[in-house]
């Protein structure tokens, strides 16, 4: 084994029919005072029960901790991997890459792991993840890999639509001002 290919959660491969190898760095989410994994302890469906139920409801989440990266990290080499090669959701919506490379530097010694910032998130950046697979099974190098997805980067647009702007603003995503101007 060389190379594990990772990404995280909100890259939303928990929902991808076809089967794949790469890993998933569970988010968490707080609700109530518990704590849940996003996509394991925490389906997409619970989740947008409980936001439809309350529309006020503001979620709070949680990147992994470095210390949990660092776990996670060891926990390849044991199996046998030399390399990890890790996508993430966009830094401008997440510090997951942050405990991801800092985690990084400190298991050094034991694994060679390489950031990628997607600078996406949803499906998107999961298919970022999938085709990184796909390309070290076709023997690409590291560098090989970035290029391919640098360019994928360069050509990717989302198109979304929302029932409600409410959650938007409710989480600091669209100030009440714009919301209202798109509303109207």
Not at 20 to 35: A, L, M, N, P, Y
Not at 43 to 70: D, H
Request: proline share 2%.
């Amino acid at each position: 084994m060389d190379i594990k290919v990772v990404t995280t959660s909100t890259g939303c491969l928990d929902y991808y029919s076809k089967p794949h190898d790469v890993d998933t760095i569970r988010i968490k989410i707080f609700s109530d005072g518990k704590e849940y994994l996003d996509g394991d302890t925490m389906k997409a469906e619970e989740f947008y029960k409980i936001l439809r139920a309350n529309p006020e409801w503001v979620p709070k989440t949680s990147q992994p901790s470095v210390g949990e990266m660092v776990s996670y990290f060891e926990s390849l080499a044991d199996k046998g991997y030399k390399k990890a090669f890790v996508t993430t959701i966009s830094s401008s919506l997440s510090g997951t890459i942050n405990s991801v490379t800092q985690a990084s530097l400190l298991v050094s010694d034991k694994i060679e792991v390489t950031v990628y910032d997607t600078k996406t998130v949803c499906f998107s950046e999961g298919y970022f993840a999938l085709e990184a697979d796909r390309l070290f099974k076709e023997g690409k190098s590291v560098e090989e890999v970035i290029k391919y997805l640098d360019y994928m980067k360069q050509n990717n647009t989302i198109f979304f639509a929302v029932d409600s702007l409410t959650q938007l603003v409710n989480n600091g995503r669209l100030t009440g001002a714009k919301a209202f101007l798109v509303n109207f």
